[in-house]
């Protein structure tokens, strides 16, 4: 199928596929597609390039990029909070990032059954090497909006963000 513009990369997602009988969905349904096909498009491209560039998957780069930040390494616990991702699925990221040389697995000093990972110096200039055109790409797909636009949507999306945990709390 081509779609705009000639793009035979095109693909029909739910935000168009819901443009076609508006009358059938509430603004917020259609704003909700909206932010999804906007994060599909481009975790999708992410996920492709960082793989054709750098034989790189999301987790393990996002596993990089919270150790980065932690120069003393993190307890797997605290990585698997963050990552919102099980310990079990943590455990077999972190062993393949351990075979490759990208981190270290090593237990505390202070509690031996508590697991330390840390980068090693090829993981963290392999990481800066991918994060540096991660920002690249990023800024590539935002580069249509004015400064303007990217605070305003920053402002929005803090409030949206505030308003689903305040539904969050209010369940039950």
Not at 32 to 50: G, N
Not at 141 to 157: P, W
Request: charged share 30%; aromatic share 6%.
């Amino acid at each position: 199928m081509t779609g705009e513009g000639g793009n035979d990369d095109f693909w029909l997602d739910g935000e168009t596929k819901v443009a076609e009988s508006p009358g059938d969905h509430g603004e917020e349904t259609r704003l909700w597609l909206r932010l999804l096909t906007c994060s599909t498009l481009v975790e999708t491209e992410v996920r492709r390039r960082l793989r054709d560039e750098f034989g790189f998957t999301l987790p393990r780069f996002d596993l990089l990029a919270q150790l980065e930040r932690a120069h003393d390494g993190m307890v797997l616990g605290e990585i698997s909070k963050r990552m919102m991702v099980s310990p079990g699925n943590l455990t077999a990221l972190v062993e393949r990032l351990v075979e490759s040389g990208h981190v270290t697995r090593s237990p505390s000093t202070e509690d031996r059954r508590v697991q330390i990972v840390a980068l090693t110096p090829y993981g963290r200039d392999a990481f800066r090497s991918m994060a540096e055109r991660h920002g690249e790409w990023i800024g590539d797909f935002f580069g249509d909006l004015s400064t303007r636009d990217r605070q305003r949507l920053i402002t929005a999306l803090g409030k949206l963000k505030q308003s689903v945990r305040k539904a969050l709390a209010n369940r039950g």
